[in-house]
């Protein structure tokens, strides 16, 4: 169990949550060096199959080229700069085409045509290449890195890498996607999901599944954190009803039957491990105020192919938790705007949060010492 308390911690200084220049300082340092969490490889099911990953002023294509391998490349034409696909996902033919005037590009993003540029003296499409961006694939998770220099995604991952075999991830399919949209800062996303202090007021429906103490961590530091929480009684998943959806996912077995697994993966993503699925949010970022979050249920693909598959009841169920969670964030960010906010004692429940804030504010602070 946790040997870790908040020992007098508190809840970060205003400006972190409203800020534009903090906003600016966290897209230098933290979202332009870190590996993001782009999105399931799963979603790209055929040769030309697309996805767009959008941050601040960078638009990621993330695609299946024909040799059935995934790509990642800047969005941006190299003639004019245009933007070259906009529609947030779909299948590209064996070409990327700009809209603008026809530049015309393999998957692999070489140059194939440029209309009329043969009478331009040197021109030679091999020197026009859409530009890669550094991409690593983990348990069926894409994610990118738009570092000049990314730090190898395997050095980055070490604490996660194998860590979760038993739940075969790389096999499971979105089964469910929501997509929400909340005026509060993303950080606030990750305290609240960092702790169980305000399960037993806010989430009824689940302190009756994980009672909010049932809870251990087995990753205390750094940009992973979180463990799991043990089911009460006799329930087997965090569904309305508390019972699978589906069988246990390929190797789940013995005591992990009895827990759900949580960990935040910095600075993007949210891993939820049950027993029949997993749940990822995705946490987008938008303006110092405003947050997208896009959540995926996912499911082997063997349960989903069943005539009876019904997954309404872990979607009703997260469906219902979030929406209590970014309610009480926009309360929360409402709040930290008033001038009376000062930073507040975080409880023994709350330890992880102040470790994730220790580990924000290396990660803010890192870069920006050395310039
Ligand atoms: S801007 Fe893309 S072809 Fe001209
Ligand atoms: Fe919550």
Redesign the pocket.
């Known amino acids: 169990m946790s040997t870790r308390t908040a020992s007098g911690a508190k809840t970060l200084p205003g400006k972190y949550y409203t800020s534009a220049e903090i906003f600016q300082l966290e897209s230098q340092n933290i979202f332009k060096k870190q590996w993001l969490y782009a999105g399931r490889i799963s979603q790209l099911k055929k040769t030309g199959s697309y996805f767009l990953f959008n941050i601040d002023h960078e638009s990621i294509i993330i695609l299946r080229d024909q040799n059935d391998e995934v790509k990642a490349m800047h969005n941006v ?6 933007r ?1 696909c906009s529609e947030a996902e779909g299948e590209l033919s064996k070409t990327i085409q ?6 015309t590009y393999d998957l692999q993003g070489n140059l194939l045509a ?1 209309p009329n540029m043969s009478e331009v003296t040197g021109f030679d499409n091999a020197d026009y290449p859409l530009h890669r961006v550094a991409m690593s694939v983990w348990e069926g998770s894409v994610f990118i890195n738009l570092a000049e220099n990314p730090e190898p995604f395997e050095k980055a991952f070490k604490p996660l890498i194998g860590k979760f075999e038993q739940w075969h991830m790389s096999e499971l399919a979105v089964a469910h996607r929501l997509v929400y949209e909340m005026d509060a800062n993303w950080k606030l996303i990750f305290q609240n999901y960092s702790e169980c202090y305000h399960c037993p007021n806010l989430h009824p429906q689940l302190n009756r599944l994980t009672p909010f103490r049932n809870s251990a961590n087995d990753l205390e530091e750094g940009p992973f954190l979180g463990g799991p929480m043990k089911f009460a009684q006799n329930f087997q998943s965090m569904t309305m009803s508390g019972r699978r959806c589906a069988a246990p996912l390929g190797g789940i077995s013995g005591e992990d039957l009895r827990l759900v697994y949580y960990y935040t993966i910095f600075p993007n993503m949210l891993l939820s491990l049950h027993p029949d699925y997993v749940l990822i949010h995705q946490i987008q970022r938008q303006s110092p105020t405003h947050t997208r979050i896009v959540c995926d249920w996912l499911f082997h693909p063997d349960a989903m192919a069943k005539p009876d598959f019904d997954a309404g009841d872990a979607i009703k169920f997260w469906n219902t938790t979030n929406k209590q969670d970014w309610q009480v964030s926009e309360l929360s960010q409402q709040g930290i705007a008033s001038q009376v906010y000062a930073p507040g004692p975080y409880s023994e429940l709350e330890s992880m949060i102040a470790d994730w804030d220790r580990h924000y504010l290396k990660a803010l602070s890192i870069h920006s010492n050395s310039h």
Do not use: V
């Open positions: 034409c190299r003639h004019r700069g245009t070259l700009c809209p603008y005037h026809a530049w440029a």
